[in-house]
């Protein structure tokens, strides 16, 4: 699996499955949301999101992935991997940026999702010594889709991901692809983010010790 042909895939399977109106339940109330993809779950939009791209392109995804994939002696799921187990092609962890709420209030536990070091709060940066802590698969990468707002870019905080990772990781260039044009009246485009992950030697050198 190409990652830039993924994050492109993946931004093209965002305004495909919206197009589609699905509407999501408040897990609390019940009620219904306004329809489209942005008020999904994460979980929920990566499963609407590859099952249009399986739709779309069977040729590149139907039967080539599997979500929600248990870490080895761990409890925790990987969001996305591509290929067969044991061990997988690629595997990706998978964040939603929702810097608005669906009634268009800051979300202000947004930034800990992403930037924080404690493994308790599973963010992104944390994900990162996960991934490359583990057999799962071959190659792994972060992916994030952000929903931008005119005053709340997503990109400030893309750009302090980045600052904190690359002193301790071997991360590589950030690909991104845009999408627009959403129904919903608040999450109506943004873009999606990716990493490739590589392990430097003293990454290695520290995963011996440990063993």
């Known amino acids: 699996m190409n990652l830039e042909q993924l994050i492109y895939d993946f ?15 408040n ?3 019940g009620k219904p949301f306004s329809a489209g993809i942005g008020p999904h779950t994460e979980a929920q939009t990566v499963n609407l999101v590859m099952s249009s791209l399986s739709r779309n392109l069977p040729n590149r995804y139907m039967d080539r992935y599997s979500e929600s994939v248990p870490y080895p002696k761990s409890r925790q799921k990987c969001d996305l991997c591509f290929g067969n187990p044991p061990s997988f092609n690629l595997a990706v962890e998978v964040k939603m940026i ?7 209030k800051p979300n202000d536990n947004l930034v800990t999702h992403i930037l924080s070091p404690y493994p308790a709060h599973r963010s992104s940066f944390t994900d990162v010594e996960k991934l490359l802590s583990s057999d799962l698969a071959l190659e792994n990468a972060i992916l ?3 929903y931008d707002y005119d005053d709340w870019p997503s990109l400030p905080l893309i750009e302090a991901f980045e600052m904190l990772v690359r002193p301790r990781y071997c991360l590589g260039t950030r690909i991104e692809a845009t999408f627009d044009g959403l129904m919903h009246p608040v999450h109506s485009r943004g873009t999606v983010y990716a990493w490739q992950l590589y ?5 290695n050198k520290a995963r011996e010790r440990v063993r």
């Open 11 to 25: 931004a093209q399977g965002l305004v495909e499955a919206d197009s589609m109106a699905p509407i999501a339940v």
């Open 27 to 29: 897990q609390r109330s």
């Open 98 to 104: 929702w810097l608005l709420g669906d009634n268009g």
């Open 144 to 146: 994030m889709y952000a």
């Open 199 to 203: 392990p430097s030697p003293g990454h």
